[in-house]
């Protein structure tokens, strides 16, 4: 498939070639993989959680701010409690219930930090016991898992059931227990610390008994995932290096690449024991990256096509062989980065090639998570995004980057910044508003659009030097509306954030 230029005249000027690291590389018949349909969900990039149904929950970082939401299949809820001044979303279930950590206004600091569960009918509730507490994980029983520490010195690994009971899960550690994740079952997984600073990584059952995975031969250890079937992956360290380990009861800890001479970062772990994991490398200048790998106990090892790149990292796959990540080249940092699609053995497929209407400028980094039915999450330089095969992605317009259109932004000069946008209805109308937090007045922002195709301008003086935010929102007509971020510097001579970015990529793009 050809990489195509995502232009029209009236949108030429933000217009950038989709992907350069791959353009010769999509080698997967055009027929056999699905255009997507892009959705944003929220500036920045972090915690990125994907359920079976398509829905997702984040907490994401811009602009000095974390932001926390839940996607329904339609529209973005906001997470959180009125008069919270901080939550962090950590994990999701199919039933569209969200579990996290809030700021608890009503509790007595400093044992205010309480963990949550959230849905979009009921809001937040703050979980029984003792707090500080935190949840990590929430499976389709509605069984939540995480640790909370009261007035003792120790964390305690913890399990909060759907009728209102928790359980301290055992035994007593010596400093710290945490359960990080759980299967449907109430199988639970985790670590805990035998004496102090020891850490193991453990097993609790559905009755909260624990069973010592050990440290490997290493320092320390720590599970991570648990399958339906009880297998286990997470990490032991021995010396600073990072392995990885599948554990069954059937077959006890068995080492993930055990000849490996460097670290193993063990990324994910499906239902059929299958493991995605990336072995760090290192380049001629020092620099550290990875290398993506497909790991099961029956095959053992098998290193993921890069298509001609240097460095690139796996971290996600479904149940049906399909793995999201990024490939690199050139230094370590996102504009270097594309996100991609592996099919078992198959060359990594960009991402970037097989959006349907996407906004000149959009480009993804890097992919966050996929579910079985093929939905992905993915960071890009817009925010993060769900890509949803087909050709129907929400009812919201569809923003790019806020591209500056000088390479310098300098007080008392005016600058133009643009945002490219499309909608799935081609006879939708739109409005913008913005805001730049430097204090200086600025002109309301321009709209123009044929066909569901459209460009918001703004020209904006800035009176001070220093860093600034800028926020643009989209809304159509029925109220749908969409905003991006982006910070910008502005001073004598000081290339601004977004016009780095987008002459790095029409530098890739030559």
């Not at 994980?137 to 009728?163: E, H, L």
């Not at 459209?454 to 809304?475: D, I, M, P, W, Y």
Request: hydrophobic share 40%; charged share 15%; glycine share 12%.
């Amino acid at each position: 498939m050809k990489p195509l230029l995502r232009c029209s005249g009236l949108l030429a000027r933000t217009c950038l070639l989709a992907s350069p690291l791959l353009a010769t590389a999509a080698t997967a018949a055009p027929g056999s993989l699905p255009a997507y349909s892009v959705v944003n969900l929220a500036p920045g990039s972090g915690v990125a959680l994907l359920n079976g149904r398509g829905q997702a929950a984040f907490a994401t970082y811009s602009s000095g701010a974390t932001i926390n939401g839940f996607f329904d299949g339609r529209r973005v809820h906001p997470v959180g409690a009125p008069g919270s001044s901080d939550t962090v979303v950590s994990g999701l279930n199919d039933l569209g219930v969200v579990v996290g950590q809030f700021n608890d206004a009503a509790a007595q600091a400093p044992f205010n930090y309480r963990a949550f569960s959230w849905t979009a009918a009921r809001g937040v509730r703050a979980l029984p016991g003792p707090g500080p507490s935190a949840a990590r994980a929430i499976n389709r029983r509605n069984q939540a898992v995480g640790s909370t520490q009261g007035k003792a010195f120790y964390g305690r690994a913890y399990r909060w059931n759907p009728d209102g009971t928790a359980i301290a899960l055992g035994p007593l550690p010596a400093s710290l227990s945490e359960a990080t994740a759980i299967n449907d079952s109430g199988v639970s997984v985790g670590y805990a610390d035998v004496a102090r600073y020891d850490s193991h990584a453990v097993v609790w059952d559905a009755n909260g008994r624990a069973t010592d995975l050990g440290t490997l031969g290493g320092t320390q250890s720590l599970a991570t995932h648990i399958n339906a079937g009880g297998q286990v992956l997470g990490s032991y360290y021995r010396d600073g290096v990072a392995g990885g380990f599948l554990w069954s009861r059937r077959t006890g800890a068995v080492k993930i690449m055990p000849d490996a001479r460097a670290g193993v970062r063990a990324a994910a772990l499906n239902d059929y024991g299958a493991v995605a994991a990336n072995l760090e490398v290192t380049d001629g200048d020092g620099s550290l990256g990875y290398r993506p790998w497909l790991w099961s106990l029956a095959r053992g090892g098998r290193a993921l096509a890069l298509a001609g790149a240097a460095r690139g990292s796996v971290d996600a796959l479904n149940n049906r062989g399909g793995m999201v990540g990024y490939i690199e080249r050139g230094a370590a940092q996102a504009p270097n980065r594309r996100a991609v699609l592996w099919n078992g053995a198959a060359p990594p497929v960009d991402l970037n090639l097989r959006l349907h209407r996407a906004p000149a400028g959009l480009v993804l980094y890097a992919g966050k998570a996929i579910n079985d039915r093929g939905d992905i999450l993915a960071d890009s330089n817009a925010g993060l995004v769900l890509l949803r095969p087909g050709m129907q992605g929400s009812a919201a317009p569809v923003l790019g980057p806020i591209v500056a259109a000088s390479d310098a932004l300098a007080p008392g000069v005016p600058g133009d910044l643009t945002v490219a946008f499309t909608d799935t209805n081609a006879s939708e109308t739109h409005t913008a508003s913005a805001s730049i937090d430097d204090a200086c007045p600025s002109a309301p922002p321009v709209v123009r659009e044929v066909r569901g195709n459209g460009e918001v301008n703004l020209r904006h003086t800035f009176c001070q030097a220093g860093s600034f935010t800028v926020r643009v929102k989209v809304t159509d007509r029925a109220g749908n509306a969409t905003e991006v971020h982006r910070m910008l510097s502005v001073g004598d001579g000081s290339a601004s954030a977004s016009a780095s970015s987008a002459r790095a990529l029409r530098t890739l793009a030559r």
